[in-house]
């Protein structure tokens, strides 16, 4: 029978029992407020239709307000967090394993600025399980560190509702200047995805965007026959055109990050492999850039 809800809803806007009402709204959520009240309202889907219901107990009448719905008592319901475009789930790029997708986005905020961008999109869904600690919506989470909002979840698909408040919360930052952004597999570590400007991060979120990924390209480092930490360094040098003797940790820290490889594979002698990999070198290319993933093989 859902295909008669489906068409009530769109010929009527509302279908009214004993209980109360039904009303069709046009996403996943909506904010409901009303005296001392003001949360996020997780709708249901219609089957057979693209538009939603939203359930309110105990009232048998409401009107149209705009694009959604307002009732006595001063109750409203409307639209919350709508991004102004048709959206993708930002882990589109993902080809998907165990997990966890993780997106990051890179804007000059300490973690108070976060805060205050945050608590002025509520409300969002997301909640806290301790005072300093990841925000949470089911198997979903909001990380905030100094220059970094990161969205991560688990192999499972996300519901309508997340996508949705997702959408939002990012569509939120495209007016800004300095962002940039990266979507990484957390299972195989692997980066998914790219980006350096606003532009190219509105363009990964919108339904009829292109599924252009970014400059994703990686580099490779031969040095099977070397033991020394110098001469290795100077080999990873020399696979970038620069000179014998520099400071490859420095360069890397100090070169852009567009003009670099996302990851590079160092091929190195198997009896190196006990101590090198907690080597003074390693470690410095891992930090110079956390950007850029590296990989030692000892395999020669």
């Known amino acids: 029978m859902h295909y008669l809800e489906a068409n009530a809803l769109r010929r009527h806007g509302q279908l009214r029992d004993d209980g109360g009402l039904t009303l069709r709204v046009e996403g996943p959520v909506m904010r409901l407020q009303g005296p001392g009240e003001d949360r996020l309202l997780v709708t249901d889907p219609v089957r057979g239709a693209r538009f939603y219901k939203a359930r309110i107990e105990g ?14 008592g001063g109750y409203t319901l409307r639209p919350h967090l709508s991004c102004g475009y048709r959206p993708r789930d930002w882990a589109w790029a993902w080809t998907r394993t165990m997990g966890p997708v993780i997106l990051n986005i890179y804007l000059p905020r ?122 290795i360094a100077d080999a990873i040098a020399a696979s970038f055109a620069l000179p014998a003797g520099t400071d490859i940790v420095a360069w890397m820290r100090e070169t852009p990050l567009p003009a670099l490889p996302r990851r590079v594979t160092v091929n190195l002698p198997r009896d190196l492999l006990p101590t090198h990999d907690s080597s003074v070198l390693v470690g410095g290319l891992r930090n110079a850039n956390r950007r850029i993933l590296w990989s030692f093989y000892y395999c020669g």
């Open 59 to 72: 009232i048998t009448e409401a009107r149209m307000a705009g694009r959604g719905w307002e009732w006595d």
């Open 110 to 231: 300490t973690v108070a600025e976060w805060e205050e961008w945050l608590a002025g999109m509520a409300p969002h869904g997301y909640v806290r399980d301790t005072e300093k600690g990841p925000y949470k919506w089911g198997q979903c989470w909001l990380s905030l560190t100094p220059g970094c909002l990161q969205l991560s979840r688990g192999f499972h698909l996300p519901p309508d509702a997340v996508v949705w408040v997702d959408a939002g919360l990012l569509g939120s930052l495209l007016g800004e200047e300095h962002l940039s952004w990266d979507l990484l597999d957390g299972d195989y570590i692997n980066w998914s995805a790219t980006g350096h400007t606003t532009a190219s991060l509105a363009n990964y979120l919108r339904a009829d965007g292109s599924e252009e990924r970014g400059d994703l390209r990686e580099h490779t480092v031969e040095a099977r026959t070397l033991r020394e930490e110098p001469a």
